[in-house]
């Protein structure tokens, strides 16, 4: 099983960015998928997650801005993140539960002016 996150990028402050993580199966086959961030010389913080019944949740700092979504057709997890603000800066990371617990390689997203 692989997850490959990308869509990362800099953008200044307010602005938006959507991050597809697409998936080698079946996308409902996942218990739970979620995103991940972490800033420099802090630790890993869940950003979004969503129940394979399809129930989201959200970290506190990320609600109102930031949307997690599946395309079951394309198998890819998306988030999308509006608003965004210089503290959102981290590299995000695409999470998966299937069993076993499956990460994908890291996307840099960088808000500044």
């Known amino acids: 099983v692989q997850l490959q996150a990308s869509g990362g990028g800099t953008v200044q402050p307010g602005g938006s960015l959507r991050l597809p993580c697409a998936t080698t199966?079946?996308?409902?086959?996942?218990?739970?998928m979620a995103w991940y961030r972490q800033a420099p010389g802090k630790e890993r913080e869940l950003v979004a997650s969503i129940a394979g019944k399809g129930y989201v949740n959200y970290g506190d700092s990320v609600k109102g801005r930031f949307t997690i979504s599946r395309d079951i057709a394309k198998n890819t997890l998306s988030l999308q993140m509006n608003s965004l603000k210089p503290e959102d800066t981290a590299v995000y990371y695409c999470?998966?539960?299937?069993?076993?617990?499956?990460w994908g390689q890291g996307t840099q997203v960088t808000v500044s002016s």
């Open positions: 999470h998966g539960k299937r069993g076993y617990v499956y």
């Open positions: 199966r079946n996308i409902l086959g996942f218990t739970a």
